[in-house]
T-cell receptor
Framework: AQSVAQPEDQVNVAEGNPLTVKCTYS??????LFWYVQYPNRGLQFLLK??????LVKGSYGFEAEFNKSQTSFHLKKPSALVSDSALYFC???????????FGKGNQVVVIP | DAGVIQSPRHEVTEMGQEVTLRCKPI?????LFWYRQTMMRGLELLIY????????DSGMPEDRFSAKMPNASFSTLKIQPSEPRDSAVYFC????????????FGDGTRLSIL
């Protein structure tokens, strides 16, 4: 069965500093990986995905993620965090040929002004 | 483009009452998903449909929960009778055909059972 681990509960970062949110995954086949962001009282919003090709994927709002097959990781990054990036971030994985998404527990990101 | 639309946004009702949550997926999307989010259990998949047919309902908590999709533009999640432990935020999401397609979420229904 596919699964995702997001090891940290909360990530604190100063505004302007680099932001990293960690994610590791487990699937039996080829992974399709996704990052979502959730703001208070809103649904999850799609940020970016990795399907195949370049290991560095660029997405919305200046976010990017790096796929590492040997470490089974898909960490989310942003070079310079904004206060408005404070939100809950979810990593998700889908096995090829499967329509269910397995979500991590989410990471609360707090960007300190 | 209109996104996934859910109604109502908030629902407060007393234990034992019937609750119906509604969802309009994005036009042209073949898949529809119902999730529940709580602090304790995180995001849980309840059921999903493909072309209006239920494919996997293994996440539905118990017989008090039922979901229907009478056509491509409408789905309901019903709880009867409701209990306080059903209090949560319920999300609907839709996606196009293909494992590489992201799911698009509505803004959810915050349900409180007193």
């Amino acid at each position: 069965a596919q699964s995702v681990a997001q090891p940290e509960d909360q990530v604190n970062v100063a505004e302007g500093n680099p932001l990293t949110v960690k994610c590791t995954y487990s699937v039996s086949g080829n992974p399709y990986l996704f990052w979502y962001v959730q703001y208070p009282n809103r649904g999850l919003q799609f940020l970016l995905k990795y399907i195949t090709g370049d290991n560095l994927v660029k997405g919305s709002y200046g976010f990017e993620a790096e796929f590492n097959k040997s470490q089974t990781s898909f960490h989310l990054k942003k070079p310079s965090a904004l206060v408005s990036d404070s939100a809950l971030y979810f990593c998700a994985v889908r096995d090829s040929g499967n329509n269910r998404l397995a979500f991590g527990k989410g990471n609360q990101v707090v960007v300190i002004p | 483009d209109a996104g996934v639309i859910q109604s109502p946004r908030h629902e407060v009702t007393e234990m034992g009452q019937e609750v119906t949550l509604r969802c309009k997926p994005i036009s042209g999307h073949d898949y529809l998903f119902w999730y529940r989010q709580t602090m304790m259990r995180g995001l849980e998949l309840l059921i999903y449909f493909n072309n209006n047919v239920p494919i996997d309902d293994s996440g539905m908590p118990e017989d008090r929960f039922s979901a229907k999709m009478p056509n491509a533009s409408f789905s309901t999640l019903k709880i009867q009778p409701s209990e306080p432990r059903d209090s949560a935020v319920y999300f609907c999401a839709s996606s196009q055909e293909g494992s590489n397609q992201p799911q698009h979420f509505g803004d959810g229904t915050r349900l409180s059972i007193l």
